[in-house]
């Protein structure tokens, strides 16, 4: 019996790059999730996993193991968003400092783009 591990840091080619307009957002977001909940970072995309707050200065060294592995997790989660996304919208999600903030800002555009999109389908297929 074969195992295979499960790369923390690269997505499955079953996730779709998103498009540009937004016609494939509801495949590609139900995909995505199912990636990223495999992979335990999850929590980085909707803020349940939030940055830790210590008021101990400095630290101890446990928080400050807490805070590394957090901050990895971060990176990590930010480096899985980047493989999926359209360049232009890699460019305008700079401005966002967390994954949290950057996945709201892409959902928000997304469920737009991805409505006007179904909406359009519809039309050209009803002419």
Request: aromatic share 12%; net charge negative.
């Amino acid at each position: 019996m074969s195992t295979q591990s499960l790369s923390t840091d690269t997505l499955p080619s079953s996730v779709p790059k998103l498009n540009t307009r937004g016609a494939n957002w509801a495949i590609f977001s139900a995909c995505f999730q199912i990636a990223i909940e495999a992979k335990g970072k999850w929590g980085h995309f909707d803020g349940t996993e939030p940055r830790p707050v210590f008021t101990d200065s400095p630290l101890t060294e446990t928080q400050a193991d807490q805070l590394a592995v957090w901050e990895k997790d971060e990176w990590t989660a930010r480096y899985l968003l980047t493989q999926c996304l359209p360049d232009a919208t890699l460019v305008r999600m700079q401005k966002f400092l967390l994954v949290a903030e950057k996945w709201t800002a892409i959902v928000q555009e997304y469920m737009l783009k991805g409505t006007y999109a179904q909406t359009d389908m519809h039309r050209k297929f009803m002419e």
